[in-house]
């Protein structure tokens, strides 16, 4: 497999100070104060109001104006298959190996949260070892309205030349994949594996008998301060390049449809919206 891209490792010396917060910090902050999410991600800078030991309300924090770089890529490696089942839970009750939830945010470039992003992620059991004949810790979900995912599943274990990672594919509607991969901060093989990217370091933490994990994605996804977050609501079907094909409808795994002359098989059970059309997104549909 290559190794991703050389590039920017993070900088040093002054960050933004205590007055300069993120969109993401603010609305982590707001759900951890119990504040209604909307308030957080209206498609203005964002304001977010708390609550202060005694109860009195704080001052408002400032616009949003991180500025962060898309997502790094990574290379998609050997293990990828298409057609995974759509579930946000990947183990069950007799499933061995240490609980994990990943939780986040996907955003765009403005710092607004993207709702209906296609997540796809696939990862190696508790013994380094991925299933190439079934889907065990493969499945596909996408983002709430308020560009939230969460993720249940277990630490994978470790196999010659790799360091702990979980894969994903993300892609917003009507927008390139991006395919990259999540790690855990303290692994010994962090220093040796030559695919190690530190931008991808998830925060992770010991929680019981199991671990919590969070990560935020940035898709290159244009936004102005004007734009909404990305909905789900379903639209009035159309079938815009001509075909069967039509927005609003709901496919099934092997569903066929054409659209602009071409037929396509489906891949994996979704819900069609403007964006998605068969020729744009390779993970949803085959071309016959």
Not at 50 to 58: N, S, V
Not at 100 to 115: D, K, N, R, S
Request: hydrophobic share 30%; glycine share 12%; with cysteine.
């Amino acid at each position: 497999m290559d190794a991703p891209t050389d590039g920017d490792r993070g900088t040093t010396g002054d960050g933004p100070g205590p007055r300069h917060l993120s969109r993401k910090t603010v609305l982590r902050a707001a759900v951890a104060a119990g504040v209604a999410l909307p308030v957080a991600m209206m498609g203005v800078p964002a304001l977010a109001r708390t609550i202060g030991a005694k109860g009195e309300p704080l001052e408002l924090t400032p616009a949003c104006d991180d500025g962060d770089d898309p997502t790094p890529p990574q290379t998609e490696g050997p293990y990828f298959k298409p057609n995974s089942p759509r579930r946000t839970s990947l183990v069950d009750a007799g499933t061995p190996g240490t609980r994990l939830t990943v939780t986040g945010y996907v955003f765009g470039l403005a710092c607004l949260p993207l709702g209906n992003v296609l997540m796809d992620f696939w990862q190696a059991d508790v013994n380094g070892v991925y299933d190439n004949t079934g889907y065990r810790f493969r499945g596909h979900q996408f983002t709430n309205p308020d560009g939230t995912f969460t993720l249940s599943t277990i630490v994978p274990g470790l196999y010659p030349g790799r360091t702990r990672h979980i894969h994903v594919k993300l892609q917003a509607p009507g927008r390139p994949v991006l395919t990259t991969q999540l790690y855990f901060p303290g692994e010994p093989r962090n220093n040796t594996d030559s695919i190690f990217d530190p931008r991808l370091l998830m925060e992770v933490r010991d929680v019981g008998g199991g671990r919590e994990a969070k990560f935020d994605f940035v898709l290159n996804v244009p936004q102005s301060s004007t734009t909404r977050p990305t909905s789900t609501t379903s639209t009035t079907p159309s079938s815009p390049g001509g075909g069967t094909w039509a927005a609003g409808t709901n496919y099934a795994l092997g569903a066929k449809v054409t659209h602009n002359g071409v037929g396509y098989v489906c891949l994996q059970g979704h819900l069609a919206q403007p964006g998605w059309e068969p020729p744009n997104v390779p993970a949803l549909w085959r071309a016959e």
